[in-house]
């Protein structure tokens, strides 16, 4: 899921306020995945390498931030089964996370057999420690499955 590019100058406002809203993932995440009738648990991480950029570790690695050619939150990374991927999401509603808030996304994920499988997301900020990533799958056979991921805040 979830990575890359630092602010340009002259969109300073946009990638502050972009981290100020996405500064609510700073942490570490217990993360759940539904998919295919199997269920996977693992840790995220979440730590900030520059001020405005986010590194991501868990399910593989990844890197967010705020991209000004896109005027977009980007993460691009690699998967723990060696997919590299892209996720764009087309704008926050809001200087900070409510609950309630949500958002809509797409991931283009290069698997290591060259195929292309493209995601549509819908992000959902449960309440101030939950979140969960709604999802439905097509692969390049034009096959489409669905996921669900939450993520619980760790105490």
Not at 5 to 32: I, N, P, Q, R, T
Not at 85 to 92: A, E, I, N, P, S
Request: hydrophobic share 35%.
């Amino acid at each position: 899921m979830l990575l890359v590019l630092c602010a340009g100058v002259g969109h300073a406002d946009d990638a502050e306020k972009s981290m100020k809203f996405y500064s609510w993932w700073d942490g570490s995440w217990d993360v759940e995945l539904k998919q295919d009738g199997e269920v996977q648990k693992f840790v995220m991480t979440i730590t900030r390498p520059n001020p405005n950029v986010h590194l991501v570790e868990g399910f593989g690695v990844g890197l967010w931030g705020y991209d000004p050619k896109r005027k977009k939150w980007v993460g691009t990374g690699f998967a723990t089964d060696g997919s590299f991927f892209t996720t764009v999401l087309k704008g926050h509603p809001g200087e900070v996370v409510t609950p309630g808030i949500k958002q809509k996304a797409t991931t283009i994920s290069k698997k290591p057999d060259g195929s292309v499988e493209k995601e549509e997301e819908t992000w959902i900020y449960v309440d101030d420690d939950t979140a969960s990533v709604v999802g439905k799958m097509t692969n390049a056979d034009g096959e489409e499955s669905s996921f669900e991921y939450t993520c619980k805040r760790r105490k």
